[in-house]
């Protein structure tokens, strides 16, 4: 089981990872609606207990439609599998285009909930994540079991 740091730790690493303002900081209309971040952080809590293996939230992350479709294929990788940045952009409908892939994860604005912690190197090496190796090799690990 992962103790509490662990999931502080990750939460915040990954979840707040972007420049932006600080969540109390963000303007009421652009907020996400309350009810809605309590079921996020319900579903995150159960991931990271290893009680959850899929979210079910309405997602609707901003990108260009190149990187929409990637993190759609993203959502498709199952709960403990990996795939290569190559397989993705194939699956993504743009064979060969695995670096801008590599790229689109690197811009996924929902860590976890839209899983690029699942793609590693045409070899099977843990490469680029923006949370960090570290995570990536823990949240890895996780869904292992272990």
Same mark, same amino acid.
């Given at each position: ?10 939460l915040?690493?990954l979840?707040?990872? *972007?420049?932006?303002p600080?969540?109390?900081t963000?303007?009421p209309?652009?907020a996400v609606?309350r009810?809605l971040? +309590?079921r996020?952080?319900?579903q995150l809590a159960?991931?990271?207990?290893g009680r959850?293996r899929s979210f *079910?939230l309405?997602?609707?992350p901003?990108?260009?439609?190149f990187? +929409? +479709?990637?993190?759609a294929a993203?959502?498709?990788i ?9 397989t993705l952009?194939?699956?993504?409908g *743009?064979?060969?285009?695995?670096r801008?892939a590599?790229?689109?994860?690197? *811009? ?9 912690h ?6 099977g +090496? ?5 949370g ?8 890895l690990r ?5």
């Amino acid at each position: 089981m992962v103790g509490l740091a662990a999931e502080g730790e990750c939460l915040t690493r990954l979840f707040f990872r *972007s420049a932006g303002p600080p969540p109390e900081t963000i303007a009421p209309e652009t907020a996400v609606p309350r009810e809605l971040f +309590r079921r996020a952080f319900g579903q995150l809590a159960e991931y990271f207990a290893g009680r959850r293996r899929s979210f *079910s939230l309405p997602l609707a992350p901003a990108g260009t439609e190149f990187q +929409r +479709r990637i993190w759609a294929a993203l959502r498709e990788i199952p709960y403990g599998q990996t795939i290569s940045y190559e397989t993705l952009a194939a699956r993504a409908g *743009s064979p060969g285009a695995f670096r801008a892939a590599g790229q689109a994860c690197r *811009s996924n604005p929902l860590a976890i909930l839209i899983p690029c912690h699942r793609v590693v190197g045409k070899d099977g +090496r843990l490469t680029g994540f923006a949370g960090g190796l570290d995570v990536k090799a823990f949240l890895l690990r996780l869904e292992e079991g272990g």
